[in-house]
């Protein structure tokens, strides 16, 4: 596939600063990038990694958008996403994964804010969705305060060791639809069309 554009850039962030964020598509020469980022023990309790081949498949299926994210100054690459159901003829869009380097600086947020934009102006999605772990509070903040409604709870849906007493934690499920996100951008909470 030949590269693209950048999606947008976000600027501006009312919490985090002047966080400059941009997406382009990930490229065959990304994946070790990608790929430390997943195995970072940082992120490693958040996520389920992928192989390799998962992330080569996903940059190339046209259902899914595989994105690097850029940001700083010099826009270096300081992260991923992974939007899957871009064909979804239900026009469900799924947030598969978000993961960056730096955290707890706006990064994730503005990142996310680009996202639902190309999610649902660029790709005409009519329900945003994702799911996260019970445990993971930074996660789940983000997306409540970026307007994701809960929508249920996945029981014990994946294993996580020690971490709980069972071994495992339930995955929360969580989505935005294409009128509250009109109406969060009317309220100045979104990036401008
Ligand atoms: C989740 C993630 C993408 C968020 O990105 P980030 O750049 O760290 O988050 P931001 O700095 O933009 O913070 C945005 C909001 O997240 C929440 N947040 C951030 N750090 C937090 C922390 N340590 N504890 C609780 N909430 C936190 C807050 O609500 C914050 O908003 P506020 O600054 O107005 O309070 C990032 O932390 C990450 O890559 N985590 C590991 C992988 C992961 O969990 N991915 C998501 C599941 S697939």
Not at 20 to 33: A, E, G, K
Not at 42 to 69: G, S
Request: charged letters at 25%; one cysteine or more; proline letters at 6%.
């Amino acid at each position: 596939m030949a590269p693209q554009e950048p999606f947008g850039t976000s600027a501006a962030q009312p919490h985090a600063g002047a966080v400059r964020v941009r997406l382009r598509p990930t490229l065959q020469s990304d994946i070790p990038f990608v790929l430390s980022l997943e195995q970072d023990p940082d992120n490693l309790p958040d996520i389920t990694p992928w192989e390799r081949t998962q992330h080569e498949a996903a940059i190339r299926f046209p259902d899914f958008r595989h994105f690097v994210i850029e940001a700083g100054a010099d826009f270096e690459a300081t992260g991923f996403a992974i939007l899957i159901g871009c064909r979804s003829p239900h026009q469900a869009l799924e947030l598969k994964r978000m993961v960056v380097w730096h955290k707890g600086q706006g990064t994730g947020r503005a990142a996310l804010r680009v996202l639902k934009r190309i999610a649902f102006d660029d790709l005409g999605a009519h329900r945003f969705w994702l799911d996260v772990k019970s445990l993971n509070s930074r996660a789940r903040a983000l997306y409540e305060r970026e307007g994701f409604a809960v929508e249920g709870t996945l029981r014990d849906a994946v294993r996580v060791g020690d971490r709980t007493p069972s071994g495992y934690d339930s995955l929360i499920v969580m989505s935005m639809l294409t009128g509250e996100f009109a109406a969060r951008r009317a309220a100045a909470l979104e990036l401008p069309a």
